[in-house]
């Protein structure tokens, strides 16, 4: 089968397009033939060897941890999936990804993609999809009438991220530049602040949740805006539980983990016009180095995704 692998970490040049085994099953497994991936900076974060003490990988290792595509094959212990079936799923990144024709998924990391939408669409939203939900939903638990600040809106994370705070019945405040507010706006976002002019700390205040998509510098200036007892949810670094309790607030680190309850429920708020995904660039599978450079640049809106197979 075609894939795109790396044999050793380094630049987007060691990204190679070419023939690859196509996966064996395990008995609970699901061999999806793959019609759409996408990119998420943890797949250039691998690929430069950044990850290699906390996920050792042995090469040559096929990249991607999205995947949207029809069930080819069922492993014996196959309960809930029947060859033809459309699903989506975020993999276990343990395992060989999903930048190549087929992937073999754990039948428990998958769901039925979301009816109303394409096979781009929905590989555009596991991975980034998991991650805003697990910090909305779940680690932060906003609640109505909350005031939430999501750092990087108009990210692959971010733009999801500010549907599933509206949803949960929010006020959402965002950062992105001036070029994206139209689009941060139309996706519920009830104030934005261009990061490019404004420092978010002189003008947010009484937050109850921050969402820390960039850590560094922006985590540090987010304590400030929390209001007593708030919560900071980073998914870039982990907070420092002393400066959350010098602020007399909480803090939250996520790593996700394939979670097929979790794509459910968003295939429903698809199909039910209440999560929409945002795709900002698509590439075909042999040009994945553009793709990588496109992400590495950071200023990529919403998701960019790959075209791998026929629907
Ligand atoms: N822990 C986990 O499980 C997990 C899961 C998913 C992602 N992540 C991490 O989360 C981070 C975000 O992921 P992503 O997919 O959303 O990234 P992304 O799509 O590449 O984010 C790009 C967006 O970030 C915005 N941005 C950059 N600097 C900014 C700033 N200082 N203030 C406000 N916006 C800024 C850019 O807007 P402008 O062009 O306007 O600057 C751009 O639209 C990555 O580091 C990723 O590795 C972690």
Excluded: C
Aim: net charge negative; no cysteine; charged share 20%.
């Amino acid at each position: 089968m075609k894939a795109v692998q790396i044999h050793t970490y380094g630049d987007a040049s060691v990204l190679h397009y070419g023939e690859a085994e196509k996966p064996s099953l395990n008995p609970d497994d699901i061999l999806i033939r793959v019609v759409a991936s996408s990119v998420n900076p943890v797949d250039w974060k691998i690929r430069r060897g950044y990850l290699q003490d906390m996920l050792p990988y042995q090469m040559p290792l096929t990249l991607g941890w999205d995947v949207s595509g029809i069930v080819e094959e069922v492993g014996a212990n196959v309960t809930r999936f029947q060859v033809g079936d459309a699903v989506f799923s975020r993999p276990d990144i343990k395992r060989n990804g999903t930048y190549a024709e087929y992937v073999a998924v754990r039948e428990s990391e998958a769901a039925y993609k979301p009816r109303t939408a394409s096979h781009v669409a929905s590989a555009s939203l596991p991975l980034a999809g998991i991650t805003a939900w697990e910090v909305i939903v779940n680690a932060s638990q906003t609640q109505p009438g909350q005031r939430v600040l999501i750092h990087a809106a108009s990210g692959g994370v971010g733009t999801l991220a500010v549907q599933l705070a509206k949803w949960r019945g929010a006020h959402v405040i965002a950062t992105t530049s001036e070029k994206n507010r139209k689009l941060v706006e139309s996706l519920g976002a009830d104030e934005v602040i261009d990061y490019t002019t404004q420092n978010f700390q002189d003008v947010v205040k009484n937050v109850d949740v921050v969402f820390d998509t960039l850590g560094g510098d922006v985590q540090e200036a987010s304590w400030s805006v929390l209001k007593p007892g708030g919560i900071l949810v980073s998914i870039v670094a982990p907070p420092s539980e002393d400066t959350a309790k010098a602020h007399g607030v909480r803090s939250a680190f996520v790593f996700i983990e394939p979670n097929a309850d979790i794509l459910r429920r968003m295939a429903d708020l698809v199909d039910n016009g209440l999560l929409r995904p945002v795709i900002f660039a698509e590439f075909a599978l042999k040009d994945i180095v553009k793709a990588h450079e496109l992400s590495e640049s950071g200023r990529s809106v919403g998701k960019i995704v790959i075209h791998v197979g026929q629907p």
